[in-house]
């Protein structure tokens, strides 16, 4: 018996551990799905005839859908189980991406766009329900940190494979391939996955979990809401940095493209060691998040203003690392503390609300800092308006009662 229960045991932390595998893929190749066209934008934009202020509008109707998705998904997560509404994120996301690649206006690329969004956005919930479900609050950081190098590595991966692959198959060939593999993981993630592990007590998805009652103290929740006006305010700063600095210095400083790529690749390298790292110092404090979201936020703004006075390619390699640790580092830290605000069983409804509200910051900040760039021509002011949001969600998270135990 001791030894059929030693093996049980070790089966499931490897079960574990291929779930969070799984559900960081699938983060991960989802991030692709939407950062590709920061690099393709120049080219793509070109040959649909789109000004560099309208340059960015495909990314404003992938998050249009993306978060009218989220407040509906988080809820269906907890009702269908994470394990569904991933392979229902994945799948049409790969359809829908690999279409995307035979745009040939701007109208049907918008419609494309929307229902990419409108498929991804049950990923993050999905995922975040899952770890909750897999892992325990005392690892839940370092489960967190890993899950969190998804998009980092996503940026790193756009930067550095995206460039050279419009060169052999064009932008609308790069659709086609992330499509396709984004597909094939949807249907890997609905055969391999399962919502829990094996023997536990209480169902943590299904209509036993759900009632109107809870879902209404979950919405009034005072914790839930300065959390979800912190991400708003960190997504702003973090994904309006992503999506535009290519863009801003090959505008505004002369670099080439492949450089420029070059240097936002460094920026998510930074954040992809920060990451892990912090989800294990968390954990080694005791579940402390709090206080260490407060310093990267505060950190971030001030480097952010920092980046904006550089102008030289080598100044530009040396700050993004470190503000590339600021930028993400936070993120594992606000999706632990919303699972605990909410608990195991509403985790995906609480992660769809809030993070439907986080990216309405980068629904807003694309259109934002393109007017701001075009109408003042400085390279600073835009980096200012990015600035704005991290410092907005430094002062919310002080608002935070952090839960112990």
């Known amino acids: 018996m001791a030894v059929e229960a030693t093996t049980h045991t070790a089966l499931q932390a490897r079960r574990r551990w291929l779930t969070l595998f799984l559900v960081w893929a699938a983060f991960l190749i989802s991030f692709l799905d939407r950062l590709a066209w920061a690099n393709v934008a120049v080219s793509a934009g070109a040959s649909l005839g789109l000004q560099i202020a309208a340059l960015n509008i495909f990314v404003t109707a992938f998050y249009v859908g993306y978060v009218a998705s989220n407040f509906v998904s988080g809820f269906a997560t907890d009702l269908f189980g994470g394990r569904r509404m991933l392979a229902m994120a994945l799948i049409p996301l790969g359809a829908f991406t690999f279409l995307f690649g035979f745009t040939s206006s701007i109208v049907v690329g918008l419609c494309f766009q929307v229902l990419m969004g409108l498929a991804a956005g049950a990923d993050y919930s999905a995922g975040i329900k899952l770890i909750a479900a897999w892992f325990e609050r005392a690892e839940r950081g370092r489960a967190m940190g890993f899950y969190f190098t998804a998009p980092t590595l996503g940026v790193i991966l756009t930067n550095a494979l995206v460039p050279p692959a419009i060169g052999m198959v064009g ?185 439907a509200i986080w990216q309405m910051g980068s629904i807003l900040v694309p259109v934002v800092v393109g007017v701001v760039f075009q109408y003042t021509g400085s390279f600073q002011a835009a980096f200012v308006a990015l600035a704005a949001g991290p410092l907005f969600g430094a002062v919310c998270m002080m608002f935070v009662r952090e839960a112990r135990g």
């Open 171 to 355: 932008w609308t060939g790069v659709y086609h391939v992330i499509g396709a593999a984004t597909l094939i993981l949807g249907v890997v993630c609905l055969i391999v996955l399962r919502d829990q592990p094996p023997g536990r007590g209480a169902p943590v998805s299904g209509r036993a979990v759900m009632s109107t009652a809870r879902i209404a103290t979950l919405v009034r929740n005072r914790d839930l809401i300065f959390l979800t006006a912190a991400g708003f305010g960190a997504m702003w700063g973090s994904w309006g940095f992503a999506f535009w600095v290519n863009a801003l210095m090959i505008r505004g400083h002369g670099l080439t493209a492949a450089t420029a790529g070059a240097i936002v690749g460094l920026f998510g390298l930074g954040a992809i060691v920060g990451n892990p790292l912090m989800g294990l110092v968390s954990d080694w404090l005791g579940g402390v998040r709090k206080l260490p979201i407060i310093v990267c936020l505060l950190s971030f703004v001030a480097l952010l203003m920092v980046f904006g006075g550089l102008s030289g390619e080598g100044q530009f390699r040396i700050a993004a690392p470190i503000l590339g640790i600021a930028a993400f580092v936070y993120m594992p830290l606000l999706g632990a503390m919303v699972t605990e605000v909410a608990g195991v069983a509403l985790a995906g409804s609480a992660t769809g609300l809030s993070n």
